[in-house]
């Protein structure tokens, strides 16, 4: 009944403990849950496939040369000739998985990952591209994955939103509707929150405690006779939420500080880094695990401000994927590491993807273009296999040739892992049980372990 | 779950007693609407309803011959009259997971879902068409047995659903104080004045109330409520989202437009014409301009857009998508682009529907055209041009020997010489007017010798400004050929309608492109003796797109137009190839017998320089006159069979000779349908619309969908007795009025009584966003009721980051003006109005969510805007030295819950007003830091965000 529900607009409903109870569209997971919460890296922009996990030797051969397979259209129209790899790779861990030099820490943790090589956008513009990544559909105003999770699963925290995004200088193209509850329930949008300045909107008092106590007593007396008056749930729904509200102030701050992380801790996540960048997405990675660690559902984590341009190198791959590469690595490795010391990584699903990847021909002389048609993501804990390399793009790292799969499998691989079957949380919105997946979605079974 | 999960004990126990024993005696026949029609739907007809493609096993359960088919294995899924040879019995209830349907392991249907479909089986299966489909009932009210309670035939029908259902009429009415709120919320969107308050609460009488009510239906503060209603409809916001969020122009000047239709009471089919087809109308001056009609298409084009797509057919495509996502819900409440892709799933809405009105869209373009405000001008260049023609006579100039000979380059197709002077262009603003006339009137006002078969804006003056928009035509070569003169002007060149180069040209970069401008040598020459240029286009990655060509002269410039053509080669035909110049002579064009005409024209070309000049706006225009191809499962680049376009089923009329013809994109003609009289979708959706915001429930809740998925009506007789209000004729005013003076709107909600098949107050309901940031402003003093014009810039604060962030925030209180005027930019909504749920502009919304969540309790407990409103409160009400705490208690209990206080809160608000001056620091500001930490307690208090 989980559609009805959605019809009616569901309401916070005070519980006879004087509660505010968890709101989840679904009873009990469809299937035994793997992971119960998702940290989504988002790398903003579109790493190259062929220059990170996904190793193409033939490039080459051709590289300089002109490209040898049919080019699609591109972003920006200026397609050179095939421009090989600048990076190394080795094989790491006992998998053999192999990693681009780009990646010295997270080859480190090679056998928590599998690396799916073979995934497909349907988009070749950041924006429509970002949009299908983040809500399934390729235009705005769709609810988020983080929102589809928190209003499936609830959140474990009432002192927290349930799907939080870890702003980390970069707010994807497409702006904040990549994070929005669309036709959901506005509750379940995600909370933007800042490491640096107020974590989260409005959440931090403007006047001393004592002068908010005195309000908070006099808008009781106020509220405790209208409530008599006008007896309905609305109200006191509405009053528990106002109690809600002062703890959250609480929580907020608390959750937001890092000294109290231990020294060894902040080193390993990169505190102490030359690097500003690093030390910036250190932080978010640090406050990630303390979010899934209070029970949030889902945090996407989006990236520091590097060289200006994100991961979006139409020129200049070498020094751009460089500087992206060495602020999200460290911190990277880190988390899995962290998570996993913490008995967490289990019950943590970590999502390492951007939008699409890039052309393995150069754009200009030194750059790539935006590639839809093949390129890698990656995930790790929560009940994936690591270790595992799944799919295959064609020998140049253009196009998916083995187990090609589509962002929507990607979703319901995510939420299959959450114990949850795509093809039924569904919210009943313009005449249609919708769905994170549309009418697509398969589970990638070889990534479940 | 809320009908079920409300019920308390002693209620569920009475609830079931009425059902058995009274209200649902075991023979009655099954409800189709209720009982079958939705689960068959839900459950079914994803894989067995009306979609051929997706059909499973040949089953079709959405039609009685389908259903009662013989199947291929010999079997019935339904055999009318006999439960137990149906074979849909038998699978439905089957305990084998894999016999059992719905398959996959989706959940069973629930042994009362059973009971009822063999009950209906039992009963003959008989399906009923889909209500919303049914002709509108012309019922009279129904006979009640409580006539003491009624006071309009609304009443009858209202209590007629509770009588049904075993409950009382509503057993008391709400106080006047209430009353009065509710009614100036629902009516006005802000609270009642302390004045209103306080004469209502001395008379309450029903000559008063009506005469508040007529008060509030006059001011101008009623369109802005309903107006807001309707811009939740129309996916309302300024910017387009995407990576740049990029401005969409003038937006505003639809919030004023609609604003301005409910405040002069536009009837509703004349309204709902003019979002389609405003452009197409009989012109209607209003909001100072001649024709305000064409502002009301904006409609078709206020959804977010994407800059430099790399397939710009997709993106045409995705983009009517969305419009028809509009237009089938606002209008029809219907899903409509549900039907893209396939047949629609649940509804009988063929994908040829879809593609009919695909058709029409796609013949409409989006022009930021030049809307004239002086009533003179359009006749002022008319006289103009018969003054230029009539001297033109009188000199026997002869017109040139005019010939585009491209034709005979090879590979190259002429596409347009202008030879008509422009006829089949359109054109906005009276620049272009006189493109025909062989003369043109020079700066200095002599005439002129004029080249003739071209479009011209500066025929009669270079000061004039305007547009002009070839026809569509489609791409067949690669290079495009424009030979065009002038300086300070654009040409541009659309493909498949799209526009967005004008703001990021990538991937388009060249398609628009600007005329020099004029040095102060080539200014002062006649635009005569300008040489002509050819601006070559290269199309190649768009042959077999559509195009069309737009000048625009938006002022200081002059563009003149002379023929296009289409070849295989970059290289333009040599200059003399494109005309053969001259045997334009003129016997007497300089002498004294044209004075009087150069008169007339110089006279004319004054008066209209006079005039106040056009604005820009945002409005359709028709482009050209194809039909669109279904596209096979929704792609633009499978072709399938040809749509008459504008032709949709599910409006064709019953008598075929009645039905209007297609002209251009066919616009017009679904105007027309949509809004007939004996047409049921639009009038009652509109009815429907109306209901729920005033009772905050609507007659049938999923007011976007009529739909199989949709729910059932509560009262169809109810819903088709207002429709029909409206189908006659009636205005929105009219029907608000009407149901603002029912007994039902004055009911005191009862939580225990609520149902789910009859009419129920709510006993609360909470203040959308705009009533409770409104409130805030009004009660603090900080409202400036100013309306209208461009919106006030958006509040930023440091969460709200991305890409096309405006450099400046606007400012925190919105300069106080009511939240309608507050900029809507997709990428950055306000996140106040956002906790209290103004919906994402993504699509068509008719009922807002009312959530219940700490992020609204945060908000006012500690954003900037809270804060600084109580503060401004706070001050104001301490500088007014002259009263005492008890009459500014008093003043703000009317501010904040439109009622006096009550002596315990007289006696609270006292005390804490001496505790909070006792612990100001800074003893000059006491009064104001006390006063201001009582309106701030008021905010949140739950009585100011809640309606009774």
Not at chain 1, 5 to 24: K, N, P, V, W
Not at chain 1, 284 to 301: M, Q, S
Not at chain 2, 752 to 781: F, H, K, Q
């Amino acid at each position: 009944m989980v559609a009805l529900a959605g019809l009616f607009g569901r309401e916070a409903l005070a519980s006879d403990a004087g509660e505010i109870l968890a709101e989840r569209a679904l009873g009990a997971t469809h299937l035994p849950a793997r992971a119960r919460s998702v940290i989504f890296l988002y790398m903003d922009g579109g790493p190259s496939q062929v220059d990170t996990f996904d190793p193409k030797p033939r490039l080459a051969d051709y590289n300089g040369k002109p490209f040898p397979m049919t080019m699609a259209p591109t972003q920006f129209n200026n397609n050179g000739n095939t421009l090989a790899s600048p990076w190394k790779f080795q094989q790491f861990g006992e998998s053999g998985l192999w990693v681009s030099d780009l990646f010295p820490h997270v080859a480190g943790v090679a056998d928590e990952l599998c690396v799916i090589r073979s995934m497909t956008s349907e988009f070749s513009e950041h924006t429509n591209a970002n949009y299908l990544l983040h809500t399934g559909s390729g235009i705005p105003g769709r609810p988020s994955m983080g929102a589809w999770c928190a209003y499936g699963l609830g959140d474990e925290n009432n002192n927290l939103p349930g799907f939080v995004v870890l702003e980390g200088g970069l707010i994807p193209p497409g702006g904040l509707d990549c994070f929005t509850a669309g036709f959901l329930p506005a509750r379940y949008q995600g909370s933007v929150m800042r490491p640096v300045g107020e974590a989260i909107a409005d959440a931090t008092p403007r006047e001393k405690l004592e002068a908010q106590d005195r309000k908070r007593q006099l808008i009781a007396r106020l509220d405790s006779a209208f409530l008599h008056e006008a007896d309905a749930e609305a109200v006191e729904s509405a009053i528990k939420n106002h109690e809600l509200a002062y703890r959250m102030q609480a929580a907020v701050p608390e959750l937001a500080s890092l000294d109290h992380e231990s020294k060894e801790t902040q080193a390993l996540y990169g505190f102490d880094s030359p690097d500003p960048n690093t030390r910036h997405y250190a932080r978010e990675c640090c406050l990630a695990r303390r979010l899934v660690e209070r029970g949030v559902r889902f945090v996407e984590v989006t990236c520091p401000r590097t060289i200006g341009d994100r991961w979006d190198q139409h020129n200049d791959l070498k020094a751009g994927h460089e500087a992206n590469a060495h602020a999200v690595d460290q911190p990277i490795a880190a988390l899995i590491r962290d998570l996993k010391r913490r008995g967490l990584l289990e019950s943590t699903l970590i999502v390492w993807s951007a939008e699409f990847g890039r052309t393995p021909f150069a754009q200009g002389s030194n750059g790539r273009d935006h590639n839809p048609f093949g390129f890698t993501v990656w995930m790790a804990g929560g009940g994936v296999k690591g270790g595992a390399v799944i799919g295959a793009t064609d020998e140049f790292g253009y196009r998916a040739v083995e187990n090609p799969y589509q962002v929507h499998d990607l979703h319901a691989t995510m939420m299959h892992l959450l114990g949850v079957d795509h093809r039924r949380l569904t919210f009943r919105f313009g005449g249609r049980d919708m769905r994170l997946t549309d009418v697509h979605g398969r589970v990638i079974e070889g990534a479940v372990g | 779950m809320r009908w079920f999960s409300r019920f308390r004990a002693p209620l569920v126990l009475a609830f079931f007693m009425l059902e058995g024993a009274v209200i649902v005696p075991a023979a009655a026949a099954v409800d189709y609407d209720r009982a079958i029609r939705p689960v068959l739907a839900a459950r079914c007809y994803s894989c067995h309803g009306p979609d051929g493609e997706s059909r499973k096993a040949g089953l079709r359960l959405d039609t009685f011959a389908g259903a009662t088919a013989t199947l291929k294995d010999g079997v019935r899924a339904i055999v009318p009259g006999d439960p137990a040879a149906s074979e849909i019995l038998a699978r439905l209830s089957a305990h084998d997971p894999e016999e059992r349907m719905p398959p996959d392991g989706r959940e069973p249907l629930t042994a009362t879902e059973l009971a009822a479909v063999r009950q209906w089986i039992q009963e003959g299966a008989v399906y009923a068409q889909p209500w919303a489909f049914r002709a509108m009932d012309d019922g009279a009210a129904p006979t009640v047995r409580d006539a003491s309670w009624p006071r309009s035939e609304i009443d009858r029908f209202v209590l007629a659903t509770r009588e049904a259902a075993g409950l009382a009429a509503p057993a008391q009415d709400i106080d006047p104080a209430a009353l009065l709120r509710r009614a100036s919320f629902d009516l006005t969107g802000l609270p009642p004045t302390e004045a209103d308050l306080r004469a209502y609460l001395s008379d309450s009488s029903e000559a008063n109330f009506e005469a508040f009510v007529d008060r509030a239906l006059a001011s101008p503060a009623f369109g802005e409520r309903w107006g807001r209603h309707w811009l939740d409809l129309a996916r309302y916001a300024e910017t387009l989202a995407h990576e740049f969020d990029y401005e969409i122009p003038d937006a505003w000047r639809y919030r004023d437009y609609v604003i301005d239709c409910f405040n002069r009471d536009l009837p509703p089919a004349r309204f709902v014409a003019e979002q389609l087809a405003g452009d197409l109308l009989e012109p209607r001056a209003a909001l100072g301009l001649t024709n305000a009609a064409p502002l009301g298409t904006a409609y078709l084009f206020l959804g977010p857009a994407t800059h430099a797509p790399v397939d710009v057919r997709l993106d045409e495509a995705d983009r009517i998508a969305g419009s028809i996502d509009v237009v089938g819900r606002s209008l029809l409440g219907m899903t409509l682009a549900c039907a893209r892709c396939h047949d629609h799933k649940f509804d009988p809405i063929p994908t040829r529907d879809f593609y009919a009105l695909a058709g029409a869209l796609r013949n409409t373009r989006r022009v930021e055209s030049f809307l004239d405000t002086d009533p003179r001008a359009a006749s002022l260049a008319a006289d103009a041009t018969s003054a230029l023609d009539a001297a033109a006579r009188v000199a026997s100039v002869s017109p040139e020997a005019h010939s585009l000979v491209a034709d005979a380059t090879p590979g190259s197709m002429r596409l347009d010489d202008a030879s008509d002077g422009g006829a089949a262009w359109d054109q906005s603003g009276q620049a272009f007017a006189a493109s025909r006339a062989l003369l043109g009137c020079s700066a200095d006002g002599s005439l002129r010798l004029a080249e003739s078969g071209t479009i011209d804006s500066a025929r009669l003056d270079t000061q004039l400004v305007g547009s002009a928009r070839s026809p569509a035509f489609g791409i067949s070569k690669r290079y495009l050929h424009l030979r065009v003169r002038g300086a300070s002007s654009w040409v541009r060149v659309l493909i498949d309608n799209y526009w967005l180069d004008s703001a990021n040209a990538l991937l388009f970069d060249g398609m628009r492109r600007r005329l020099a401008d004029a040095d102060a040598t080539q200014a002062t020459r006649d635009p005569r003796e300008w040489e002509w240029r050819v601006e070559t286009f290269d199309l190649a990655r768009f042959v077999g797109e559509r195009a069309y060509v737009e000048l625009i002269d938006d002022g200081g410039g002059w563009v003149e137009f002379d023929a296009m053509l289409a070849s295989d080669e970059a290289q333009p035909p040599k200059s003399e190839l494109w005309d053969i110049d001259g045997t334009a002579s003129a016997v007497d064009l300089l002498g004294p017998s044209t004075n009087a005409q150069r008169d007339l024209v110089v006279a004319a070309r004054d008066a209209l320089r006079a005039c106040t000049p056009p604005i820009r706006a945002l409005v359709a225009e028709d482009s050209g006159q194809f039909d669109e191809p279904v596209h096979v499962r929704g792609s633009p680049r499978n072709y399938g069979e040809g749509v008459p376009r504008a032709e949709l089923s599910i409006l064709a009329a019953r008598n075929a000779a009645a039905q209007p013809g297609t002209i251009g994109s066919g616009r017009l003609r679904l105007a027309g349908e949509i809004t007939d009289p004996s047409r049921p979708f639009l009038w009652r959706t509109l009815a429907n619309r109306v209901w729920l915001k005033l009772f905050g429930r609507g007659i049938v809740e999923t007011p976007d969908d009529f739909g199989q998925l949709g729910a059932a009506p509560w009262s169809r007789e109810l819903l088709d007795h207002l429709a029909m209000k409206l189908a006659r004729g009636g205005t929105f005013k009219e029907l608000i009025r009407a149901i603002v003076l029912t007994r039902a709107y004055r009911a005191l909600g009862d939580e225990e009584t609520l149902a789910p098949t009859a009419w129920g107050a709510l006993p609360v309901r909470r203040l959308d966003a705009e009533s409770i940031r409104d409130a805030m402003l009004l009660a603090s003093g900080r409202f400036d009721p100013r309306a209208g014009g461009p919106s006030v810039a958006a509040r930023l604060t440091e969460h709200m980051q991305g890409r096309g962030r405006p450099g400046q925030s606007g400012p925190v209180d919105g300069a106080g003006r009511r939240s309608v005027y507050l900029a809507v930019r997709r990428n950055f909504l306000d996140p106040f109005m956002q906790a209290f749920d103004q919906p994402v502009p993504a699509t068509t919304c008719g009922k807002r969510h009312t959530s219940n969540v700490p992020a609204q309790a945060l908000a006012l407990l500690n954003s900037d805007l809270a804060h600084e409103l109580a503060a401004f409160w706070g001050k104001r009400l301490a500088e007014q030295s002259a009263l005492t705490d008890d009459s500014k208690i008093d003043s703000m209990w009317f501010a904040a819950f439109a009622r006096a206080p009550r002596e315990d809160e007289r006696a609270a608000a006292v005390e804490f007003l001496g505790g909070e001056r006792a612990a100001a620091l800074d003893a000059s500001a006491r009064d104001a830091a006390a006063y201001t930490a009582l309106a701030h307690a008021l905010f949140s208090a739950k009585e100011f965000v809640f309606l009774r």
